[in-house]
């Protein structure tokens, strides 16, 4: 009989030979298994509990990066900010925004392995709409030797080709034409925590087991044993009847039916599996809000792993991907997101402090990388003037202080050109940043003309795409105007205390008020030309008959050259003008007769400059002969005015 029970068991379960091996091998529980390898559809539904939050942690962090499309060249790739593929993602279709389509891209990659973007193409082969087709209603095959993807949208099936689809997906050794995400490499582990949860569910509210059990020395029928059951739940079942004494009658006997420890076991292990799924998703899990190991010491190291190992790969992954989209448009095209990685903070902060320590960098820099206003005391490097490299300082008694003589021979000159150089290389970084703000803000605003008037006025005019000349003027000039002034009182500064003048610097000099009105009028003059080199710029693009893309493209080129070449330009003829303008000022105020011209003193300083430094001493408001000046002030000129000795003794 009992064998009879035993076959009648196993065919029940599906079990065709004997032995508990059988029992529990793969192809049984296969059958039981909630994700299934290949099973896209269950997949998608075990999108629950833990999976869930990993990859809504994934598709959080990774749709918030921004993408943008380049232009390799010689000269390294070449960024492009106006281009239709924006124009795409910003409304991919009539129903989705752009944020549920980049959720939808990341959330089907990390839960199926695959992704496929149904992009329908324009009479000139551009992709007029982005679609994320559901993974599991997509089925891929081969005809004629071209990959073609089925679609059975509610029971009706469409076929489209490999221009019509871009397929995303992850590596997969098995398949390499079919993407194998986290969610399949962890189904294992899925499946095993949903038979532990089924079982906890049963164990917390079934008990998946009766609490207790009536017995009886005598027979007893089936109809007496429902009976005694009904009449044991009546009379002790029920909150209010919580603490009544149990009679029992003649021969019956009561067992409580306990949880068993290795019950208890299967219910904690259910913690294991957590911590197993999301490392497959390479999400770590103070990133779940769990941090019950998390502490100050440790949260950034774990943010920076994260981004670093997970977030920056699948970037790349993703980028090489989009590419694809992107040479739909252009071959040439390429895809990069910004990088995510933060930067190792000790490092950073031991850098800076070196840098500081060595004279590389100055407080005012520290201060902008920081958000932090400049101050006046941050243009100048933190050490002493008169540091110099080893063997090269000059021989003197030790009783008696350098004096004014050797300030004044050639070694001096040069070593307080470089000091000088370096001082004001900190303010030229500032004027640079200031600037290209400034123009950034200029380009943007040709750019938006180019978008809101290109098409309503064929002939392209150049008047409707250009900047208010006057109002651009003016906002130079209040950019520069207060660098100006913390330039002149810097310059003044450091010569009263260098040469020990013994003064305070007038700030209200009416010398200085006419420098400034000098200065004004130069950049209202630098102001026009950079007008005209812009509206020639368009002139040239309109003539050659360019579209609204290729013309927003001249204008993208044009500032990226003005970001660096004109704002250095700018910064440093600015600078220098009013560091200069400082020394002499203050030569005035201190009644210091004579000055002199110093330069490098290598090759790439001017014949004219050259002449002015062989001028020597000459009067304080007086003219040096190669460039008619009274300070330097010439564009990109690097030197410098001192007082001479004559004017000092």
């Known amino acids: 009989m009992l064998n009879g029970i035993k076959k009648r068991v196993r065919r029940f379960l599906g079990v065709r030979e004997k032995g508990l091996l059988n029992f529990l091998s793969q192809p049984f529980w296969d059958k039981f298994d909630k994700v299934k390898q290949g099973d896209y559809a269950s997949m998608v539904k075990s999108n629950i509990g833990w999976v869930y939050a990993c990859i809504q942690c994934l598709q959080e962090n990774i749709s918030k990066v921004p993408s943008y499309l380049y232009l390799p060249s010689k000269n390294g790739d070449r960024k492009i900010e106006d281009h239709p593929w924006y124009s795409l993602w910003k409304k991919p279709n009539k129903y989705f925004l752009e944020w549920e389509i980049k959720y939808l891209l990341t959330g089907y990659l990390e839960g199926t392995g695959n992704c496929f973007i149904y992009t329908p193409l324009n009479p000139f082969g551009r992709p007029m709409e982005l679609n994320i087709l559901p993974t599991q209603s997509v089925n891929m095959r081969i005809e004629k030797g071209e990959i073609l993807y089925d679609h059975n949208h509610g029971g009706e099936i469409k076929t489209y080709t490999s221009q019509e689809i871009t397929h995303l997906k992850y590596p997969n050794l098995s398949n390499p034409y079919v993407g194998m995400g986290p969610l399949e490499a962890a189904r294992k582990q899925i499946n095993i925590k949903e038979y532990m949860e089924q079982f906890q569910l049963s164990l917390l509210a079934n008990r998946a087991r009766p609490d207790g059990l009536l017995s009886s020395d005598e027979s007893v029928s089936t109809v007496e044993a429902e009976r005694a059951q009904i009449a044991w739940?009546?009379?002790?079942?029920?909150?209010?009847?919580?603490?009544?004494?149990?009679?029992?009658?003649?021969?019956?006997?009561?067992?409580?039916?306990?949880i068993t420890p290795k019950d208890l076991e299967y219910v904690a292990s259910l913690k294991d599996a957590r911590e197993t799924i999301s490392s497959i998703f390479g999400v770590p899990l103070f990133k779940l809000g769990?941090?019950?190991?998390?502490?100050?010491?440790?949260?950034?190291?774990?943010?920076?792993?994260?981004?670093?190992?997970?977030?920056?790969?699948?970037?790349?992954?993703?980028?090489?991907?989009?590419?694809?989209l992107a040479q739909k448009y252009d071959a040439r095209l390429i895809v990069k997101s910004d990088n995510v990685v933060p930067e190792d903070?000790?490092?950073?902060?031991?850098?800076?402090?070196?840098?500081?320590?060595?004279?590389?960098t100055i407080i005012n820099e520290v201060r902008k990388k920081r958000g932090q206003e400049p101050v006046n005391w941050g243009y100048r490097p933190l050490m002493p003037f008169n540091i110099m490299p080893l063997g090269s300082a000059p021989e003197v008694e030790p009783s008696k202080a350098i004096s004014i003589v050797t300030k004044s021979t050639k070694d001096f000159r040069l070593k307080y050109w470089k000091a000088y150089i370096r001082r004001t290389i900190g303010e030229e970084r500032l004027m640079i940043s200031k600037l290209q703000d400034y123009f950034n803000a200029q380009k943007e605003i040709i750019l938006r003309n180019i978008r809101k008037y290109g098409k309503s006025y064929p002939n392209k005019q150049i008047e409707f795409f250009m900047y208010a000349r006057d109002e651009q003027t003016k906002k130079l000039w209040a950019l520069l105007l207060p660098l100006l002034r913390i330039d002149i009182s810097n310059g003044a500064e450091t010569m009263i205390e260098d040469f020990d003048l013994g003064i305070s610097f007038d700030l209200t000099s009416p010398?200085?008020?006419?420098f400034f009105k000098v200065?004004?009028?130069l950049l209202s003059n630098t102001s026009d030309d950079i007008f005209k080199d812009?509206?020639?710029i368009l002139r040239e693009g309109i003539d050659n008959g360019e579209s609204i893309v290729e013309l927003s493209q001249r204008i993208t080129d044009k500032y990226e050259q003005f970001g660096k070449s004109r704002s250095m330009t700018i910064a440093r003829t600015e600078v220098n003008t009013a560091n200069n303008f400082g020394h002499l000022e203050s030569m005035r105020q201190a009644n210091i007769e004579k000055k002199e011209w110093v330069t490098a003193g290598d090759e790439l300083v001017r014949d004219?400059?050259?002449?002015?430094?062989?001028?020597?001493?000459?009067?304080?408001?007086?003219?040096?002969?190669?460039?008619g000046e009274q300070a330097p002030g010439e564009i990109n000129c690097r030197c410098v005015v001192i007082p001479c000795m004559e004017g000092i003794a």
């Not at 903070?345 to 590389?360: H, M, P, T």
């Not at 010398?511 to 006419?514: L, R």
């Open 519 to 521: 200065r004004e009028n």
């Open 345 to 360: 903070r000790e490092f950073g902060l031991k850098q800076e402090a070196q840098d500081l320590e060595k004279g590389v």
């Open 290 to 324: 769990i941090v019950d190991k998390v502490n100050l010491a440790n949260a950034y190291a774990l943010e920076h792993s994260f981004q670093q190992d997970t977030i920056m790969p699948r970037l790349i992954m993703r980028d090489a991907f989009l590419t694809k």
């Open 534 to 536: 812009i509206a020639g």
């Open 233 to 258: 739940k009546k009379k002790y079942s029920g909150i209010d009847k919580v603490g009544e004494i149990a009679v029992l009658g003649k021969g019956m006997q009561y067992q409580t039916i306990a």
């Open 608 to 627: 004219s400059h050259i002449q002015n430094q062989d001028d020597g001493c000459i009067g304080r408001d007086g003219t040096f002969s190669g460039t």
């Open 511 to 514: 010398h200085i008020a006419e």
